[in-house]
């Protein structure tokens, strides 16, 4: 079979990419290392227990991937629950933030400007010219944002402890799992930022049902039905390079060929397939040099829900992240579901599961979740290196897709796109690696 474009790797980077061109009539070839697609947003049965990659939420200022997922057939409000008011819990006290001025504008108001033992008056103002001059600077001097940390930039702002620890640190290690030193500050205010400007559809969306399920699998359908082929298990090894140009690439069992190849892999992976062919002082320097970060999530199966409403929480001074129940929404054959993305990843990642589950079952009591006698099984799910880091100093490293290298276009959400390592990134990303070969 002749194709037009290989792709390699089916997150959503790559269905983003691999939709566009089949929509566009390419013949395109889809590889994906793993038995399912979806990558970082995906969920399988682990022996007998559903698992996902993690917890996901689908904010309601997404353009591409909303697009994307109407023009493949899928229908957002089916597969999405909407949330307008997440949690942040301090020991047995729990604070209520609305998210949408628009679709819960009571509840919007009663956050920001109640909740006044939780974070003094004072403090809502010293936070308020904060992200004042976070946003103003980011617009302005997006490099110098970049080169200091979220803490010492709240430092320079004024912003007391308490507001650290009680605002910045859920809104930090809350999203994206690192710890307000090590932060980019033009990040932090990057993941805000389109919000800001479509501030009447902030609010976010969990998933109702795994999301290879109701998303990922889906897409790689649509993409079949445009005449594209999807295969699974299908490890790039590596690039096929001929006289200076990629035409194609070698799997452990085929050697595939088509005059444009698509990178639509972790950067890790990314960097791994690239590396033999580059040299010093190349193009590929800054993407050699970006530096990636781990996750690490635990999913609790429960014989009852841990919680009164599948919401998302943060709970600063423990090493839950960022968790939710989910078993009214993502997991809804689960009598009780949570799921915690554990903060920071790097204490977790080479730790023993079960040694991982002690301590968030510590934390969990401090926060008053008692879960141990209602534990029926549970998984820890790693991704060592998959993201590019959001520290200080990586931003500017982030390559376009075109490359200078004939043939080869890169993808994923560590390519340059305004969305961060976000779904909607990875779903830009795929969608401007089409634009470039188209
Ligand atoms: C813990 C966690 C929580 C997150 N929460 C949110 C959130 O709430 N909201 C949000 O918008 N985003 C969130 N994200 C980010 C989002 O998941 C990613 O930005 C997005 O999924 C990245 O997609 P991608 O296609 O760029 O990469 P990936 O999803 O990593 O896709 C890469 C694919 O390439 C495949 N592959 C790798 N090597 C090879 C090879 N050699 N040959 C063939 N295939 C290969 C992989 O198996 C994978 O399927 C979260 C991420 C994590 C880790």
């Known amino acids: 079979m002749a194709y037009d474009v290989i792709v390699i790797g089916a997150g959503l980077a790559g269905l983003s990419a691999g939709f566009e061109l089949s929509w566009r009539g390419k013949k395109v070839l889809l590889l994906e290392s793993e038995p399912i697609v979806g990558g970082r947003t995906s969920s399988w049965d682990d022996d007998g227990m559903k698992v996902e990659s993690s917890l996901h939420r689908f904010k309601g200022y997404y353009t591409a991937l909303p697009d994307l997922l109407f023009r493949a057939g899928i229908d957002v409000d089916r597969i999405l629950k909407w949330e307008e008011q997440v ?7 729990k604070v209520l933030f609305g998210l949408s001025p628009f679709h819960g504008p009571i509840k919007a108001l009663r956050g920001f400007l109640g909740n006044n033992k ?5 403090e809502k103002l010293a936070l308020a010219r904060f992200f004042a001059a976070g946003f103003r600077e980011y617009v302005a001097h997006p490099d110098q944002l970049d080169a200091i940390s979220v803490l010492d930039y709240a430092k320079k702002h004024g912003l007391n402890q308490d507001a650290v620890e009680k605002i910045l640190i859920p809104l930090s290690s809350g999203f994206f799992f690192l710890p307000p030193q090590r932060y980019s500050t033009y990040a932090y205010f990057g993941m805000f930022f389109p919000g800001l400007k479509k501030f009447y559809k902030l609010r976010q969306g969990t998933f109702n049902g795994g999301m290879t399920e109701v998303m990922a699998d889906p897409l790689a359908k ?3 039905r445009l005449g594209g082929t999807v295969k699974t298990y299908a490890k790039v090894e590596k690039l096929l390079v001929r006289n200076g140009r990629v035409g194609g690439v070698l799997t452990s069992e085929e050697t595939f060929e088509a005059p444009y190849t698509i990178i639509a892999t972790t950067l890790a992976e990314s960097q791994r397939l690239v590396k033999p062919h580059v040299t010093e002082g190349s193009w590929f320097d800054d993407l050699m040099k970006l530096e990636s970060m781990s996750s690490v999530s635990i999913q609790l199966e429960l014989d009852k829900p841990s919680m009164a409403q599948d919401m998302t929480t943060f709970a600063p001074y423990t090493c839950l992240g960022t968790f939710s129940e989910q078993s009214r929404t993502t997991f809804p054959n689960s009598k009780g579901r949570l799921s915690i993305i554990l903060t920071p990843p790097e204490r977790f990642l080479e730790m023993e599961e079960e040694d991982i589950l002690e301590i968030v079952l510590q934390d969990a009591m401090k926060i008053g979740l008692n879960l141990e006698t209602h534990i029926l099984d549970y998984r820890v799910v790693r991704y060592a290196n998959a993201s590019y880091s959001l520290d200080t100093g990586n931003n500017h490293l982030r390559p376009s897709q ?9 993808a994923g959400d560590y390519t340059q796109q305004p969305y961060f390592a976000t779904m909607e990134g990875a779903v830009v990303s795929g969608r401007l690696a089409a634009q470039a070969i188209l």
């Open 402 to 410: 075109k490359t200078p290298v004939e043939g080869l276009v890169l």
């Open 118 to 122: 939780f974070i003094s008056v004072k």
């Open 222 to 224: 649509a993409i079949t």
């Open 87 to 93: 949690a942040v819990k301090v020991g047995l006290d």
